[in-house]
């Protein structure tokens, strides 16, 4: 059952560490500035107002008989100019692989977005302090917009936000604003909903392998729980009874009676009395530092055998939080095997002078 319990440990560490990180950004989330996190602080949302002679329109038949295999067209502006977008391949949404071609919707003629009109674009949604310092043509996957498959012109602000632009090479639209805070914000989302792989959902594979090693934790503690009941190690309080036991040192002269629970085991027990024996895993049996002195008939778990040699064994020494208050009445405390401020603190706590044998 070692393996069982270290596995136990390994996973409450895991499970653990990400319980915290669940607790600090949701705090975070509950108290961010909300606007900020959108990346719109500086965003200009009052609507265009349309400039569009609808008298000097070419009809869409004459663009359609241009690109015979256009599955929609429709009629847009773009910097105050009217725009067919002629969508020759249509993707499921719409920052999928979609396929668009931009014609001027007064001669016919092709209309590009290229790097002054992108930042044309961007200036005009844009009301912030700063004035544009780069304009660069990025291409998936792009860090502010992980789900855009389609090339971005990404146009950046030199304002305290940091802010960029991104605009659709293909279509001219808009995709959005992004910033510093925003920046941060993802980050956290992404830690919050394990999204490490960018998928944007908490559907993702790293969330089922969490709950997998989360439900594994649950059933090893369970296993672990019943093994300590199944050797009396685990009793509840209401149901546990008393009994004393005897402290000795390692010349086996006593030093005290202590009245201890008989469910307990004796690491605890000591513990109670202010007794503190050596311990790296908190009583689980894996670091076999918390030895104490039995009679030699005392039982020997798994754990005494894997972290104790024969030769300590057959002397009696165990492992104390292996073995129960109940079926030992005598622990005899090894030379400095226990904290040098213990026995102070022992006498202290309870009142009592050491038992000397003559």
């Given amino acids: 059952m070692t393996w069982m319990k270290t596995l136990h440990k390994w996973l409450g560490l895991i499970v653990g560490v990400q319980v915290l990180i669940w607790l600090l950004t949701g705090f975070f989330f509950s108290i961010m500035d909300h606007e900020k996190a959108s990346g719109n602080q500086y965003r200009n949302l009052l609507p265009a107002v349309s400039t569009i002679e609808s008298g000097k329109l070419i009809s869409e038949q004459q663009v359609l008989s241009l690109y015979p295999k256009a599955q929609q067209i429709r009629l847009i502006e773009i910097l105050g100019q009217a ?74 602000f030199d304002d ?71 050797n009396k190690q685990y009793v509840l309080q209401v149901l546990s009874r008393t009994t004393n036991i005897e ?40 670091c076999g530092k918390c030895i104490v002195k039995l009679e030699a008939t005392a039982k020997i778990t798994a754990a005494d055998e894997q972290r104790l040699s024969r030769e300590q064994i057959q002397q009696g020494i165990r492992l104390s939080c292996q073995h129960s208050c109940r079926d030992n009445n005598k622990v005899s405390l090894l030379a400095n095997r226990t904290d040098s401020r213990s026995s102070d603190n022992f006498h202290q706590a309870n009142n009592i002078q050491p038992i000397i044998k003559s």
């Fill in 160 to 230: 305290d936000q940091q802010t960029s632009v991104y605009v659709e090479v293909a279509s001219g639209r808009l995709i959005g604003h992004s910033s510093d805070y925003e920046r941060l914000v993802d980050l956290l989302f992404i830690l919050h909903f394990m999204d490490y792989a960018s998928e944007g959902s908490f559907n993702n594979w790293q969330i089922i392998i969490f709950s997998l090693l989360t439900l594994l934790l649950t059933i090893s503690g369970i296993i672990w729980v019943l093994e300590l009941c199944a």
């Fill in 247 to 286: 402290i000795t040192n390692d010349q086996d002269k006593s030093l005290a009676q202590l009245n201890v629970a008989k469910g307990a085991n004796i690491l605890d027990a000591l513990g109670e009395h202010h007794i503190e024996l050596p311990s790296l895993c908190g009583g689980g049996g894996l």
């Fill in 83 to 156: 725009t067919y977008i002629v969508t020759l391949k249509k993707g499921l949404y719409r920052h999928f692989e979609n396929h668009y071609q931009l014609v001027d919707a007064y001669t016919g003629n092709s209309f590009i977005i290229d790097e002054n009109k992108a930042k044309q674009i961007a200036q005009n949604s844009y009301f912030g302090p700063g004035q544009v310092s780069s304009v660069s043509k990025l291409f998936p996957p792009i860090a502010d917009e992980p789900k855009q498959k389609k090339p971005l012109w990404q146009i950046n």
